[in-house]
């Protein structure tokens, strides 16, 4: 059994950054490649960006490349989300996720869930 929890959200002006942190209460945290998806107020749950289990590959939705970053510290059972450059079109609530294979950007493929974090921003 995994449990997430995501911290690090909250308002912020257009151009601003924040940093987004996903603490796991699992021993196995280094065997999950780790997700992180966003979910806008009226829309489907959306791939933002994906990272191994060793934190040696990394993969980006489109819309965030180049913008947000994705790590993990499996010494302390966290993976991170660097948001710079943010735009009002990033505002949603944001979950990490743990998948027991190879990184994915398919719902579907993540076994675990937090319960997310809401990140606003105004223009």
């Known amino acids: 059994q995994v449990q997430l929890v995501e911290s690090g959200g909250g308002l912020v002006q257009a151009g601003g950054s924040l940093r987004l942190s996903c603490a796991s209460s699992g021993r196995t945290f280094s065997s999950y490649a780790m997700g992180w998806f966003r979910q806008a107020p009226g829309k489907e749950r959306e791939f933002v960006a994906a990272i191994s289990s060793s934190g040696g590959s990394t993969y980006y939705a489109d819309s965030v490349k180049g913008r947000f970053t994705c790590s993990r510290d499996n010494t302390k059972n966290t993976v991170y989300l660097q948001m710079n450059s943010l735009k009002p079109e990033d505002t949603a609530v944001y979950y990490c996720?743990?998948?027991?294979?190879?990184?994915?950007?398919?719902?579907?493929?993540?076994?675990?869930w937090g319960q997310g974090t809401q990140v606003t921003v105004s223009s």
């Open positions: 996720a743990a998948a027991p294979g190879p990184m994915s950007d398919y719902v579907d493929e993540y076994d675990y």
